[in-house]
């Protein structure tokens, strides 16, 4: 589900659907960094995703705080700015590729690279 917890996604869709995964809109990533009175949607939203067996997609991390806060809480995968703007799908072969070498770097103790891909 896309975009969940904003707009025609509500919790009906959890009982409704075959969903296996979640994606978590960014208006609630956003609160990691600007509202710590909203913060607890988001760990509700995560705890929730999990206790049904779902894939937890955070959308939007634009930041390494958010990045922190989002992995701390057992989030496995993740997209935003923080890694790359949208692209092309030529534009995104190259840079996939150029983003599993620093991925490689990582792995054997290389300087980290504030871009990357993240999964799991």
Not at 24 to 48: A, E, K
Not at 83 to 88: E, V
Not at 93 to 114: I, T, V
């Amino acid at each position: 589900i896309d975009d969940f917890g904003t707009g025609y996604c509500s919790l009906s869709y959890l009982q409704q659907l075959p969903v296996d995964s979640l994606k978590i809109d960014r208006t609630f990533i956003d609160t990691i960094d600007t509202s710590s009175d909203d913060v607890p949607v988001l760990d509700t939203i995560i705890t929730l995703s999990q206790r049904l067996g779902l894939n937890v997609v955070a959308e939007g991390v634009s930041t390494q705080h958010q990045l922190r806060y989002i992995l701390s809480h057992g989030v496995g995968f993740v997209q935003g700015f923080l890694y790359a703007r949208p692209m092309g799908a030529n534009d995104f072969m190259s840079w996939l590729g150029k983003s599993a070498q620093r991925q490689n770097g990582l792995l054997k103790g290389e300087n980290e690279s504030a871009s990357g891909l993240v999964a799991e």
